[in-house]
Every structure is written in structure tokens, then in C-alpha cells.
């Protein structure tokens, strides 16, 4: 295997400071980058000099190239064959090219690197370093609708795929120069960029540095997406509960670094890494701060409630039917009695096989062409399930108990955390069809148990709720209504 | 941490094998639930038991056909866990006890001995829920009422039970007594059980029929019809509802009832009374026990035939206090007089008063305080507060020209 990109900058060749023949040099990138098709570039005068200009068309618009940097460049040439100094160069550049970002590489490695970045390099004869200056222009979505987490009030703007404008969101929100920025490469391979963001004076300086040597420990050959970045981040100790906060609403990442926690923006990645996270900031929605708090809170109560149902409902209903008949109303009894009355197979697994099926769909519906839409998942889920009925495969409350639980686990505002709650199921069902409902509780022990012992960045995971904290129960669990704060205070 | 956790998991998870499992297990297939139970002494064996099962198939509107909702099998047996093993080999399925609302008790099974052994059986089996109401056949078989259909309440034995709250809460004419209340009163030395009573009128066999629900005339009816008085657990005698009524007065068991008063040749006010409150005391006086009860009522008018007694002034109201506190105090002190010539057992728990108050003097007659109580003197104190009556204070027949003066 050829060495990667890592080890060839160490190459001498690459490392060592440009010659002054900016032919010579253009080949070396040339050479560089295996000479392929979008490697543009063009020789051109400068002053009296002869000079090259080099850009990847792909990383950079050629039209604007040549509006901001050809053209003015190009102006009041003189005739002559003299090499220029470099005083000379930097004094056309403030002259000409104005306010354009610039920076002066000095060797091939270096210039290699801005290519990447976008810039147009230009090389003149009888100058050590290449001129590199930034087009950007490059074709990129624009903002759009956030796409899972939508409010029904609240700004309309996500994320895109473009740290620029991911941090221009943000920073429109909060018009303050104690937001810091700090810029991380990583992915040997795909070196991504990867910025730190955090508002000095709300975030602890410990929780700071703890991010920042996680994201400089950073080693992986590849990265493409937060999620990648996320997994190396996050705390290990859970395989189910997510510990790091996925957010695609900016005004959501404001909100949060005002309250003292730390962003990571990944390039190429819609979803902005926002830490530490605990188990109530799931249940937290955007949309909760822009209504009336009574209607928040009931909106916050009713999805801590749904959750508890998405992860038990299925579990207590096998265990009650089979082992604890006695504890059903005796009306609801009969009715289950009669429907369960000669079905083929097992409750407890038409149960996972009627989940299975959900779930099923439910990938099905992910997958499935935007062109075909929602009717593949939709008419699949009443085909099936009352064709199921229909057939006496499995009795209609069955499909009314895995309805109404994959019903409830969407309610969550964070979608991993709904993925989290499938998984869990699954496995309160096999204890609850194995110990009845003594199984339930062994599981909501364990599980209490195994979320107590979590953290996210050194927070408790349960915290405010364990350990307690009094003051900050005011946003978590309920949200307070806003008061004024007292100026003299 | 995770292997920690793991291996908690597993270890715990291997431990509680051993104390429950899969074989407890019963699908909802399995079983057949078992809404009621009806018992008399058996023609060959101690027990004859017919027990009312769920056809569930009927209670899944998607499913059901219009067959029968319910259906009964009986059996016979030495004891109780016998009969129901036989009646298990008839169904083929397994008893669903914990869901039986209802146990109708014969009065052959109460003249003799074995409901005694009966009692026992009740209160040590796990299965069957100590809330359930117990009631006695009055008049008819036991076995009668597991077999019946109406078509407003498809389970014969739900739709007693039912009748039994609303009797009770409505106006007092049923002395409900589940297993707990019963087996107390079995035991207590101050006390003997009462139970509801209830019958079938003009049985017939069209009611033992899905088609009793297409006919809009219905001869048979489901009665609940008072009290079944207890020496232990054997059955003395009944009282009708109007005596239930005193007797549950006598309990400050009366939530709503409704008092007819005459006040008139055949003309009849109707107070309906919607608080009451009992005291009792018990002593002793020249070694007679010496029992108060004072009652106090709060009603309003509801009906008035009477011309002589005119509502909008407040003497009116005076008159039908009166003869309200009257018919009451002469009921009840009729009932409790009636129970003591009659039956000589102390259902109203006036020893179990004296326990509480008078212990020492209990202590002494406690052997045999059935026949201290008949000899007790009963006083009874009404105290009624009518408040108000209908929508018109003046009676209307005084308007219509022809009728008055």
C-alpha cells in the first residue's frame, strides 16, 4: 500500500520551501495531484512578471476566480521579463485584490492543503511562497426546513451541510464576542474540519478542556458525518442512551451554549454535537420556550409519560394476560379472553413478532423513494395489521398495544433516543414473557441502575433528578415561566 | 462496566428462575374465567356446585356469533377442591377463579353443618378474591340464578352484583356482606353475620335462553329482597327490605333512601333523605342492656298528597318532621323487637358496642350474649331535619276550580 497523505508531507520534496520558478512549482502540484481534470490553471502576468494561477474548479468557482483575481491582477501589466520581489507582490495584492482572504504558503504541502481548502494559488517568478487566496463559491444547499426536529413555533432555519454557514447561524443568534470558536482537523484521510464552540463565560473552563483534549485525541482515518465524531467523543459506558445531544436547530445550540454546554460543528454534517446531555434534555423541545409554560409543561409531561409507555406497555401487557389475569378489570377480561380465544400462536410472540413487523415498516419507510412517499410504510401498516386480524393471526388489541407503543416512542423530540427505547423493549419483553411481571421490575431496576451509573462529559446522567438538584428543577422535568431578572441582584 | 452490568444481569436474572418462572404461565387461552358460583349440599357428596363460565367468544364484539355468553356446569363432590377438578375435566381448560364476583349460597347448604366447612374452604383458597359478595338464595334455588340470561347485563351473576351496589347506595335495602365483613362477623363474639338475600320471581325457563333477549316481555326478574339472618353459619330466617332498611340504620349504613309517611286516610307524603347519621349506645340498667340509638336525618319533600298540611309555611314542614321522626323510630324499633322475639341472634352488633365501651360488663356476659340482647331494652331517637320540597310550595289542587272550599 502506498503511503497516505499523513506521511507524505513528512516527504522532503513536499516540506522543503518553494523554488522561485513558478513553472517548476506548478509541476510539483501538478505532480502532486496526478494531474486531474479539475486542476485548472492558467499563466498570467503580473506587473512585469510571468506567473502562474492554479485552482481546483471543483473546490472553488472558476467565475469568480477570474472576476475577483483575474482581472484586477491582470490590469496595468507591463511589459518585460523582471522576477519580482516579494514586497512587490504584497504591495499589488493590497493594491488590487483588497479584502480578500489570503494567506502566503511556503511549501508544496502547504499550498496543496489551501487547493483543498478551495483557494486559488498564485505563483509569480522569482517569489519563495505561494499566494493563496480564498474563491469559495462552491455549490452547497441552502438552509432549509429542519427536517426531524420541527416545532410548531419557533425559526425555520437547520443546518446544512456547510460549517460557514452552520456557524453564521449561530453566531446570528448570539451577537456576542465571547463566542469562541476553535478549529480541529481530523480523519488522516478526509481531514475534516471540525470547529469547538463555546461561550466563555457560561461554560466551565474544566468541561472545555475536557472537550477540547477529546477532540484533539481524535485519530481515525476517516470522518464524514457528527455521528462519526460523536461515537468518539461521547462517554463510553452505555450501548442504548445517547450521551451527546444531536441538535439541527441553531436556535436550539444558542439556548444551550447560553446555558454553558459545549457545540461541536462537524463539516458535511447537518447535525451539530452539542454536550454534556442528560436524560432530560431529551424530553426537551425547542418549540417548549416560545408557548404558554402550562401548555409546555404538559407537553414535557406527556412525553416523559409516553416514553415510560413505548418502553413498558407491550412488556406488562404479556406479563398481566399471562401471568396476573387478576389484576385486569373483569369487563376488559372477558374481552381479551374472547379475542384471545383460539389464536394459533403464543401472545408473547405475536407480540414480538407484530413489534418486528412494525419495525420493519418503519425501515421500510426510511427507505423507501421519495417518489413513492408515505404510502408504501402507511398502507402496509392497516393492510397488514387488519389483514392479520382479519385472519385470526393475532387478536386486534395486540395490534392496538404495538401501535399505541410505536406510537408513543416518536413522541420523543430526539430521535435516537426513540431508538433507544426499541431496543430496551425488546428486552423487557423477553423478561416480562419469561418472569412475568417480577421480570418488569428486575428490568426497570437494572435500567435505573445503569443510568444512574452514566455520565456525559462528568455530569450525571439523571441529574437534576439524581442527585437532586432543587434549582435547577425549573427547566427540566417543568419549565418556569420567564421573569425579569432583578437588575439589582 | 458494561461486563459488570452484564453479568449482574445474568446472575440475577438466573436466581430469579428459582423463584418464578414460565410454569405459572396461563395464555388467555388456557382458561375459562368464572364469573360466579352457586353451592348446595349435594344429593351423593357434601357439595353441589354450579359455577357460571364466560363464553369469552361473546365478549369480542368481532367474534361473537349470538351464541350463549355464559353457560353453566355443575359437579359434585366430598369437598370443594373436587368439585372443581371435575368441573375442570368438563371443561377441559382451567378455572379462572380470581375473576368470581358472586357467591349465591343455597339455604339447604345453610341448615346443615357443612357451610361451616365451607367458610373455611373460602377463606384459605387462594384463587377467589376476599371481596367477593356473598348472598343467599331466597326462595328458589342457588343453582337458578348461574342459568340465566337478560339482555341489558349478559352475566346473570355480574348483573345481581350490580343490583346489590345500587340497591344499597340507592336506598338501603340490601345488607351487603363480602368474604372479609363475613368471616368477621362469624367470629366476632358481639356480632352474627347477615347476608344479602335474593330471589327470582316467576322463574321460568324462557330466561334460561339467548332468545329472552328478542322477547320485550319478561315475567322472570331478578329480586334483591333483604336480609338472610344468621346464627353463625346457619341460616334463622330473613327480613324483607323495609327491615333491612332498619337495620342498616341501625349500621349508619343509610346513604340515600326514600320514606313513605302517611299523614292522612290514604294520602301519603314521601320524604326522600339524602344524610343520615347514627349513634348507638349500649349499657347496662338493672342488668338489662340498655340500648340508644339516635338517628339523625336530613331530607327534603318530594311528594305530598296531603291537603291538611301546607308547605309554604314552616308548621308544614313541622308535620312532616314529626311524622317522619315517628315512622322511623317505630320501624326500627319494631325490627330490632322482631329480631329479638324471632330469631334471638344480635345481628346489629350492639355487642360488639358494648365491647367497646363496657368491656368489663361485656367480659362477664359475652358466653352468652344472644340472650342478654333479647332481653335489651331499645330505645330509639329520631332526630329529622326536613329542609325543603319540590319546585311548588302550594299544592296545585287548591287552583283547580271546583276541587277546595
Known amino acids: ?119 486559488a494559488i498564485l505563483l509569480a517568478e522569482g517569489i519563495d511562497k505561494a499566494l493563496c487566496i480564498e474563491i469559495g463559491g462552491i455549490a452547497a444547499r441552502s438552509i432549509a426546513e429542519p427536517k426531524s426536529q420541527r416545532v410548531n413555533r419557533g425559526s425555520d432555519d437547520a443546518f446544512t451541510e456547510a460549517m460557514d454557514t452552520n456557524i453564521s447561524l449561530i453566531r446570528r443568534r448570539l451577537r456576542n464576542p465571547l463566542l469562541r470558536i476553535e478549529p480541529f482537523t481530523a ?33 481515525v482515518r476517516a470522518i464524514y458525518d457528527s455521528g462519526n465524531v460523536e461515537d468518539l467523543i461521547r ?40 454536550g454534556p446531555a442528560v436524560y432530560g434534555n431529551y424530553f426537551i423541545s425547542a418549540g417548549d420556550y416560545y408557548f404558554r409554560p402550562i401548555f409546555a409543561n404538559m407537553m414535557r409531561l406527556l412525553r416523559h409519560t409516553a416514553f415510560l409507555l413505548s418502553l413498558f406497555l407491550p412488556a406488562f401487557y404479556l406479563c398481566v394476560i399471562n401471568y396476573h389475569s387478576q389484576m385486569i378489570p373483569t369487563a376488559l377480561l372477558y374481552s381479551i379472553s374472547g379475542q384471545e380465544q383460539g389464536s394459533p400462536f403464543p401472545i408473547g410472540f405475536m407480540l414480538i413478532a407484530m413489534t418486528l413487523i412494525f419495525e420493519v415498516l418503519r425501515e421500510a419507510g ?68 419469561v418472569l412475568g411481571i417480577y421480570g418488569i421490575f428486575l428490568g426497570l431496576v437494572v435500567l435505573v441502575i445503569h443510568l444512574a451509573s452514566l455520565h456525559s462529559f462528568g455530569v450525571p446522567y439523571l441529574k437534576p433528578f439524581a442527585p437532586f438538584r432543587w434549582r435547577q428543577q425549573r427547566d427540566m422535568l417543568v419549565r418556569f415561566s420567564l421573569q425579569n431578572e432583578d437588575s439589582s441582584s | ?95 379462572e377463579l380470581s375473576h368470581m364476583m358472586l357467591l349465591i349460597l343455597d339455604a339447604k347448604l345453610l341448615a346443615t353443618d357443612k357451610g361451616l366447612l365451607f367458610f373455611e374452604f373460602l377463606e384459605s383458597m387462594k384463587d377467589i378474591r376476599n371481596d ?29 352484583r350490580m343490583g346489590l351496589d345500587s340497591v344499597e347506595s340507592n336506598w338501603g335495602g340490601s345488607p351487603n356482606t363480602n368474604l372479609k365483613q363475613f368471616i368477621a362477623a362469624i367470629t366476632s363474639e358481639g356480632r352474627q353475620p347477615v347476608m344479602s338475600s335474593v330471589t327470582i320471581e ?39 327490605t323495609e327491615e333491612t332498611r332498619d337495620l342498616l340504620w341501625t349500621q349508619d349504613r343509610i346513604k340515600d333512601t326514600s320514606l313513605t309517611v302517611q299523614c292522612g286516610k290514604d294520602q301519603y307524603a314521601q320524604v326522600r333523605i339524602g344524610r ?67 330469631y334471638g341472634v344480635d345481628i346489629f352488633g350492639f355487642g360488639e358496642k358494648l365491647m367497646a365501651s363496657h368491656y368489663q360488663t361485656f367480659k362477664k356476659v359475652k358466653s352468652h350474649w344472644d340472650d342478654e340482647f333479647v332481653k335489651a331494652k331499645v330505645t330509639v331517637d329520631v332526630k329529622a331535619a326536613i329542609m325543603r320540597d319540590g319546585m311548588i310550595s302550594e299544592n296545585l289542587f287548591r287552583d283547580i276550580p271546583g276541587q277546595s272550599e
Open chain 1, 187 to 219: 480523519g488522516e484521510e478526509t481531514r475534516t474540519s471540525i470547529s469547538f464552540v463555546y461561550l466563555e463565560n457560561a461554560a466551565a473552563p474544566s468541561l472545555v478542556s475536557e472537550f477540547r483534549s477529546r477532540l484533539t485525541a481524535i485519530k
Open chain 1, 366 to 433: 426510511t427507505r423507501v423513494p421519495k417518489s413513492i412517499g408515505q404510502a408504501v410504510p402507511l398502507a402496509g401498516a392497516i393492510i397488514l395489521g387488519e389483514a392479520a386480524v382479519q385472519a385470526g393471526i393475532v387478536s386486534s388489541i395486540i395490534l392496538i398495544v404495538v401501535a399505541s407503543t410505536e406510537l408513543c416512542g416518536l413522541v420523543t423530540p430526539h430521535y435516537e433516543f426513540s431508538n433507544t427505547v426499541r431496543i430496551i423493549r425488546f428486552g423487557l419483553l423477553l423478561l416480562s414473557s
Open chain 1, 1 to 119: 500500500m502506498k503511503a497516505g497523505w499523513n506521511e507524505c508531507k513528512q516527504e522532503s520534496r513536499f516540506a522543503a520551501t518553494l523554488c522561485t520558478d513558478p513553472k517548476q512549482t506548478l509541476l510539483q502540484l501538478r505532480e502532486l495531484f496526478g494531474n486531474p481534470p479539475d486542476f485548472q490553471s492558467t499563466a498570467i502576468r503580473i506587473g512585469s512578471a510571468n506567473g502562474f494561477i492554479c485552482m481546483l474548479k471543483t473546490m472553488g468557482d472558476p467565475k469568480t476566480m477570474s472576476d475577483k483575481l483575474l482581472v484586477p491582477l491582470m490590469e496595468g501589466t507591463a511589459q518585460g521579463n523582471s522576477p519580482l520581489q516579494f514586497p512587490q507582490l504584497e504591495q499589488m495584492r493590497q493594491e488590487r485584490l483588497g479584502v480578500l482572504p489570503f494567506v502566503y504558503a511556503a511549501t508544496i504541502r502547504e499550498a496543496a492543503e489551501r487547493m483543498l481548502a478551495g483557494d
Open chain 1, 235 to 274: 462517554d463510553k459506558g452505555s450501548w442504548f442512551f445517547p450521551t451527546v445531544l444531536d441538535v439541527e436547530r441553531p436556535d436550539a445550540v444558542a439556548s444551550m451554549l447560553v446555558e454553558g454546554n459545549c457545540a461541536v460543528i462537524v463539516d458535511g454534517s447537518p447535525y451539530v454535537l452539542i
Open chain 2, 202 to 240: 316467576l322463574p321460568s325457563k324462557q330466561q334460561q335462553s339467548v332468545d329472552a333477549g328478542k322477547s320485550t316481555e319478561s315475567p322472570t326478574e331478578l329480586v334483591i329482597d333483604g336480609t338472610a339472618v344468621m346464627r353463625r353459619t346457619k341460616l334463622v330466617g330473613f327480613l324483607n
Open chain 2, 276 to 342: 343520615s347519621n347514627t349513634r348507638l349506645n349500649v349499657d347496662y340498667i338493672d342488668n338489662h342492656p340498655n340500648i340508644k340509638i339516635r338517628i339523625n336525618i336530613e331530607g327534603a319533600i318530594s311528594e305530598n298528597q296531603c291537603e291538611s298540611i301546607m308547605l309554604s309555611k314552616t308548621s308544614g314542614f313541622e308535620q312532616i318532621q314529626k311524622l317522619t321522626e315517628k315512622a322511623i323510630q317505630s320501624h326500627v324499633e319494631a325490627t330490632v323487637a322482631k329480631v329479638q322475639k324471632k
Open chain 2, 1 to 95: 462496566m458494561i461486563r459488570n452490568l452484564v453479568r449482574n444481569v445474568l446472575v440475577l436474572g438466573l436466581l430469579s428462575l428459582t423463584a418464578t418462572g414460565c410454569w405459572d404461565m396461563r395464555s388467555a387461552n388456557e382458561y375459562v374465567i368464572v364469573s360466579g358460583m352457586s353451592v348446595t349440599t349435594g344429593e351423593g357428596a357434601n357439595y353441589h356446585v354450579y359455577l357460571q363460565m364466560i363464553n369469552a367468544l361473546e365478549f369480542a364484539s368481532s367474534r361473537a356469533t349470538g351464541s350463549t355468553p355464559t353457560y353453566s356446569i355443575d359437579a359434585e363432590g366430598n369437598t370443594m377442591d373436587e368439585v372443581f377438578s371435575r368441573i375442570e375435566q368438563k371443561t377441559a381448560r382451567k378455572l
Open chain 2, 132 to 160: 367477593i359478595q356473598l348472598v343467599v338464595s331466597h326462595r328458589v334455588a342457588a343453582a337458578e340464578f348461574t342459568k340465566l340470561y337478560f339482555p341489558e347485563n349478559r352475566v346473570s351473576t355480574v348483573k345481581i
